[in-house]
Nanobody
């Protein structure tokens, strides 16, 4: 059974940095996509970045482009999200999601297309 676990959230001042981790277990395929999503109180869940693992394709949505960077540790089955120059509007619960056999073009796939989700990790940016 595929499991996805996020970690690394916390409280940081505006302009600071955090690195989120997303560790996957129970997956026996190299053909999958992963995405980072976030949801602020009273708002819909939004995609912020995604990666096609086998094709090594990545995409970043405009609100985080140039500030957030994904990287991965294949040996540890872990995807990282380095978040720099954080803003108060980045405050949200951050989720990692995975879907097997997913390919796409352009923007990140909608959240509804991902099957496996982590429990989320809270990121709070103070002004």
């Amino acid at each position: 059974q595929v499991q996805v676990v996020e970690s690394g959230g916390g409280l940081v001042q505006a302009g600071g940095s955090l690195r989120l981790s997303c560790t996957v277990s129970g997956l026996y395929s190299d053909d999958y996509a992963m995405g980072w999503f976030r949801q602020a109180p009273g708002k819909e869940r939004e995609g912020i970045s995604c990666i096609n693992w086998s094709a090594r394709l990545t995409y970043y949505e405009d609100p985080v482009k140039g500030r957030f960077t994904m990287s991965r540790d294949n040996a540890k089955n872990t995807l990282f999200l380095q978040m720099n120059s954080l803003k108060p509007e980045d405050t949200a619960m951050y989720y990692c999601a995975l879907e097997v056999g997913m390919t796409w073009g352009g923007r990140c796939p909608h959240a509804s297309l991902f099957t496996y989700w982590g429990q989320g990790t809270q990121v709070t940016v103070s002004s």
